[in-house]
T-cell receptor
């Protein structure tokens, strides 16, 4: 398996633009996680899906952020409109079942909002 | 909610054993303790997981006392390539779907 795949790897955009980050989890994994990492706040869990259903999105910072998982092999994290404070590395991870299972992280998307 | 506390950083020398302790006073009965390693510009990578007592694999050992309010990750004979950030993760037993990475410990291995 190729592991968790994220795209793009780097994204530079201007404030106010819409940004869409994409993730393909490992085949057969039922749980998918979106994280954000910054120097100031460390690694934060944004949202967690189980069997394509959002289970907990309390980590999503505000309404500008939304995440979807239309099927077992694809998820998106959208920011609209983007702001400079959204600049961070966004990681997607997947696991076989629950949060106690090993999570496999993707390479991350480095987002810069100018 | 079961949050964790770790030292911000540690220094070591090649060949030494390194022990990183994580405090999780509010750990719940069903929570597991998991440690991850993160290199710069990469996502975290699973190292080891345990529930109680001691767990050992090919890269590390995990020691968990009876009260489970802390855990210690032990890295035997570290090398320069072990320089990374190490995270302690505890599953949240109240909202079992949600959990927190700790602040992470930056381990710097010197030659």
């Amino acid at each position: 398996d190729a592991g968790v795949i994220q795209s793009p790897r780097h994204e530079v955009t201007e404030m106010g633009q819409e940004v869409t980050l994409r993730c393909k989890p490992i085949s057969g994994h039922n749980s998918l996680f979106w994280y954000r990492q910054t120097m100031m706040r460390g690694l934060e869990l944004l949202i967690y899906f189980n069997n394509n259903v959002p289970i907990d999105d309390s980590g999503m910072p505000e309404d500008r952020f939304s995440a979807k998982m239309p099927n077992a092999s694809f998820s998106t994290l959208k920011i609209q409109p983007s702001e400079p404070r959204d600049s961070a590395v966004y990681f997607c991870a997947s696991s076989f079942r629950t949060n106690t299972d090993t999570q496999y992280f993707g390479p991350g998307t480095r987002l810069t909002v100018l | 909610l079961a949050k964790t506390t770790q030292p911000i950083s540690m220094d070591s020398y090649e060949g030494q054993e390194v022990n990183i302790t994580c405090s999780h006073n509010n750990i719940a009965t069903n929570d597991y303790i998991t440690w991850y390693q993160q290199f710069p510009s990469q996502g975290p990578r699973f190292i080891i997981q345990g529930y109680k007592t001691k767990v050992t694999n090919e890269v590390a050992s995990l020691f968990i006392p009876a009260d489970r309010k802390s855990s210690t990750l032990s890295l035997p004979r570290v090398s320069l390539s072990d320089t990374a950030v190490y995270y302690c993760l505890v599953g949240d037993g109240v909202k079992f779907n949600k959990f927190y990475f700790g602040s992470g410990t930056k381990l710097n291995v010197k030659p």
